[in-house]
């Protein structure tokens, strides 16, 4: 992975408050970089040393964002900022203990730090989300919650701490008003502690006291936040990693209204998806046949590059370090939802998945309609992969 440069001389960080408004829009482009690995409303805020230290090619503002349907456009009134007067929340009890009040409260593990993806130690705020569907007003409140000082819990160096602002907060937003509303409701923690190597991972349940990883969490970079999208490696190739939807912008120091996404999101909350919702269970793994491709029978070793290549959507089809197609899965559930042309792409890829993310949207007491239908925004410019089998050119438009 590239380093990320620190950013020095910043100013103490400031509480904010966080408007959760699901409100989206359109965008525009640029250009790319070389690949890294990659791992498994309010006003603007006032010039501060943090926005002076930011690159001359982040826009100033994003545009305007157009009106989007009601079913999507719900707004939370936005409370006054209380601060963490009250005393720590078991990290168990997080969900229900943090949101219900607005404060930002320290996590404490019952018995002392885990062992593996502690929280121990973390603050903790909640987010709330809301959503007419069927004609009913629907809101849903997690958690997102990060290391208090330098280092996350595995010892990695952290800058959320510093930087963390209302724009992190609203691109979470605006991307989980992209999917139907019983997606929304199986994420109930994201810890952003740069546990992992590149931009996230959204691990099943372990079901083991002294680890952290529930199936219903998802762990994130602050590279997500803090930097522009890049070139990737995968397993076939290089693939364009969508921080946000639109080239050179990141979410940091963007107002508390923007109307950017993440895709790379869209790709994480796809695993725990395939888990509660495709499989029914947090720790339920089971890859749903029409992502699957070469590696579960065992045949990739044996195969040429365009044979090894069948099935995926993208060039990164499958983890570096475990041979399941999981990767194939989260990577259609992103082409589905993050762009109209990316989900027609879904039939010419040949990978299978799209009759079942169909049925997802087509529930009869939930029915979700294409985000681009609702008024929300698609990708800007689509970068198609560059693959193996093509001498690590783009040929195939996908």
Same mark, same amino acid.
């Given at each position: 992975m590239r380093s990320i440069p620190m950013r020095r001389g910043r100013a103490a960080p400031k509480p904010f408050a966080w408007s959760t408004a699901l409100l989206v829009a359109a965008c525009a482009a640029t250009q790319p970089r070389e690949p890294t690995s990659h791992s498994g409303g309010n006003a603007p805020r006032a010039a501060s040393a943090k926005a002076a230290t930011k690159s001359a090619t982040k826009p100033a503002s994003p545009p305007a964002p157009p009106?989007?349907? $009601? %079913?999507?456009?719900?707004?939370t009134p936005e409370p006054p900022a209380k601060a963490a007067s009250d005393g720590p929340v078991s990290?168990?009890?997080?969900?229900?203990?943090?949101?219900?009040?607005? $404060? %930002?409260r320290v996590l404490i593990e019952p018995g002392g730090p885990k062992k593996h993806f502690s929280v121990h130690g973390y603050v903790a705020r909640p987010l709330?989300?809301?959503r007419v569907v069927g004609g009913e007003r629907r809101a849903h409140c997690l958690v997102v919650a990060w290391p208090p000082g330098t280092k996350s819990s595995n010892g990695n160096p952290s800058r959320v701490a510093a930087t963390i602002d209302a724009g992190w907060l609203r691109a979470i937003a605006n991307t989980l008003a992209r999917v139907p509303w019983h997606h929304v409701r199986v994420l109930e923690r994201i810890?952003?502690?740069n546990h992992p190597k590149e931009h996230g991972i959204a691990p099943f349940d372990r079901g083991r006291p002294d680890d952290g990883r529930d199936g219903r969490s998802m762990w994130l970079h602050e590279h997500l936040f803090l930097d522009v999208n890049h070139w990737a490696y995968g397993n076939h190739g290089s693939y364009w990693s969508y921080h946000v939807n639109e080239d050179e912008t990141r979410f940091d120091d963007q107002p508390a209204d923007h109307p950017y996404f993440s895709p790379v999101f869209l790709h994480e909350l796809g695993h725990l998806v395939m888990y509660n919702v495709i499989n029914g269970a947090p720790g339920a793994v089971a890859l749903p046949p029409c992502a699957r491709t070469c590696t579960e029978s065992n045949t990739c070793d044996r195969l040429s590059p365009p044979e090894r290549e069948k099935g995926c959507v993208s060039p990164y089809c499958m983890p570096f370090r475990v041979k399941t197609s999981t990767e194939n899965w989260a990577e259609q559930y992103r082409y589905y939802y993050q762009r109209s042309t990316t989900r027609a792409l879904l039939a010419r890829t040949g990978a299978g998945c799209l009759p079942v993310l169909s049925a997802q949207d087509g529930q009869a007491e939930l029915p979700h309609a294409p985000p681009w239908e609702l008024a929300l925004?698609?990708?800007?410019?689509?970068?198609?992969?560059?693959?193996t089998s093509c001498g690590g050119r783009p040929c195939k438009g996908y």
């Open positions: 009106t989007p349907r $009601a %079913e999507v456009a719900a707004t990290a168990d009890e997080a969900v229900r203990v943090v949101c219900a009040g607005e $404060a %930002e709330r989300l809301e810890v952003i502690d925004p698609d990708i800007s410019t689509f970068r198609p992969s560059r693959w």
